[in-house]
């Protein structure tokens, strides 16, 4: 069994849901190299988050980031406001869907189902990018 971790950037975004599979396996090629093993994406922020979703409509993305906003709105009455409207809804959209994802990898690839994809929520209406830290063990082919 071997292990690799990897710091990897996605490029910033305004707010919404981003299918970003392609993005982070281009960043991660060690993948291909594993038989068997599992994967651990962890982004190192607090108003955004990740996600396994619909891969193919893109509509799914924009009702995605629709839902969230009915569900934690800018409109309730937060105290912490020193970075904007958008900060504390950030923080509990975050805490709800959540920074963390673990993948199977099964003969170089994640083991997804044929219609799943990493998507990154971003939660604040200006990013400058978030960092994911990718963890793998597995054995080598």
């Given at each position: 069994?071997?292990?690799?971790?990897?710091?990897?950037?996605?490029?910033?975004?305004s707010k919404g849901c981003?299918?970003?599979?392609?993005?982070?396996?281009?960043?991660?090629?060690?993948?291909?190299?594993?038989?068997?093993?599992?994967?651990?994406?962890?982004?190192?922020?607090?108003?955004?988050?990740?996600?396994?979703?619909?891969?193919?409509?893109?509509?799914?993305?924009?009702?995605?980031?629709?839902?969230?906003?009915?569900?934690?709105?800018?409109?309730?009455?937060?105290?912490?406001?020193?970075?904007?409207?958008?900060?504390?809804?950030?923080?509990?959209?975050?805490?709800?869907?959540?920074?963390?994802?673990?993948?199977?990898i099964t003969n170089g690839?994640?083991?997804?189902?044929?219609?799943?994809?990493?998507?990154?929520?971003?939660?604040?209406?200006?990013?400058?990018?978030?960092?994911?830290?990718?963890?793998?063990q597995g054995q080598a082919?």
């Amino acid at each position: 069994m071997s292990w690799f971790q990897q710091e990897i950037r996605l490029r910033a975004r305004s707010k919404g849901c981003y299918l970003v599979h392609n993005e982070i396996i281009e960043q991660v090629p060690q993948i291909k190299n594993i038989k068997i093993g599992m994967a651990n994406f962890f982004l190192q922020h607090t108003s955004a988050s990740l996600m396994i979703n619909e891969n193919c409509d893109p509509d799914v993305r924009e009702d995605m980031d629709m839902g969230l906003d009915k569900i934690v709105p800018e409109t309730f009455p937060y105290i912490h406001t020193d970075e904007g409207p958008d900060d504390m809804p950030g923080h509990l959209k975050s805490g709800i869907v959540g920074v963390s994802l673990n993948i199977p990898i099964t003969n170089g690839r994640l083991n997804l189902g044929t219609w799943q994809g990493i998507y990154l929520c971003e939660h604040r209406i200006h990013s400058s990018g978030r960092k994911v830290v990718v963890t793998i063990q597995g054995q080598a082919k």
